[in-house]
């Protein structure tokens, strides 16, 4: 059984940075992709990040538009791990964050493409 699992969330000032992880134990991470997303209140789960190791020490990676050039994400293959480090956080990036392992090795923005989620992590932008 697959279990993500995250942390890093937090409550933070506008312009201040969190980086997030994500260990996924049971999943080769050089075999599947990894996805972040978030989600508040109300409204659907949002794509936020993608990764996928292309090998050596390199990794494939999507963004959505609304955090392209401020979230990172990257990957530790060795552990299983992902992260995503975020930078200049805005109050709008507050959300719950989930790390997802993808069905498959291809770079995906569609939640229907993930089997296995995390509990989430809260993350709070105050302005």
């Known amino acids: 059984q697959v279990q993500p699992v995250e942390s890093g969330g937090g409550l933070v000032q506008a312009g201040?940075?969190?980086?997030?992880?994500c260990a996924a134990s049971?999943?080769?991470?050089?075999s599947y992709a990894m996805g972040w997303f978030r989600q508040v209140p109300e409204k659907e789960r949002e794509f936020v990040a993608a990764i996928r190791w292309?090998?050596?020490?390199?990794?494939y990676t999507d963004y959505a538009d609304s955090v392209k050039g401020r979230f990172t994400a990257s990957g530790d293959n060795a552990r299983n791990t992902?992260?995503?480090q975020m930078n200049s956080l805005?109050?709008?990036?507050?959300?719950?964050?989930y790390c997802a392992v993808a069905k498959g090795p291809s770079l995906t923005r569609s939640v229907y493409d993930y089997n296995y989620w995390g509990q989430g992590t809260q993350v709070t932008v105050s302005s």
């Open 54 to 59: 292309r090998g050596g020490s390199g990794y």
């Open 82 to 84: 992902m992260y995503l």
């Open 90 to 97: 805005k109050p709008e990036d507050t959300a719950v964050y």
């Open 16 to 21: 201040s940075s969190l980086r997030l992880s």
């Open 26 to 30: 049971g999943r080769t991470f050089s």
